[in-house]
C-alpha cells in the first residue's frame, strides 16, 4: 500500500511550520557536500572530454550521411 506523501517535507510533520534556512547554513551545506564529491583527475577529465568528442564525431558522421542518402533519394524520387 502506497503511502501519500505530497505537499509534506521529508522527516517533518505536515502541521509543523516550515522555517527557511540562511543563507550562512545553506553556503555551509553546499561546501559540506562539495567536500563529498570525488573529483576526476586530470588524466580521466582528458580521457572523459576526448571519448565525448570521438562519439559527437561519430553521430554528426552519422547524421550528416543519413541526410545526405535520404536527400539523394528524395531528388531521384521527385526531382
Same mark, same amino acid.
Given at each position: 500500500m502506497a503511502i501519500d506523501t505530497r505537499g509534506?517535507?521529508?522527516g517533518k510533520p505536515? &502541521?509543523? @511550520? @516550515?522555517?527557511?534556512t540562511s543563507p550562512a547554513l545553506f553556503y555551509r551545506q553546499v561546501v559540506n557536500e562539495l567536500r563529498k564529491?570525488?573529483?576526476p583527475t586530470? @588524466?580521466? /577529465?582528458i580521457t572523459y572530454t576526448t571519448v565525448? /568528442?570521438?562519439f559527437v564525431v561519430i553521430m554528426v558522421a552519422i547524421?550528416? &550521411?543519413l541526410d545526405t542518402l535520404f536527400g539523394e533519394g528524395v531528388l531521384r524520387i521527385f526531382g
Open positions: 509534506e517535507t521529508a505536515s &502541521g509543523e @511550520k @516550515k522555517s527557511r564529491v570525488i573529483w586530470r @588524466k580521466d /577529465l565525448v /568528442l570521438v547524421v550528416y &550521411g
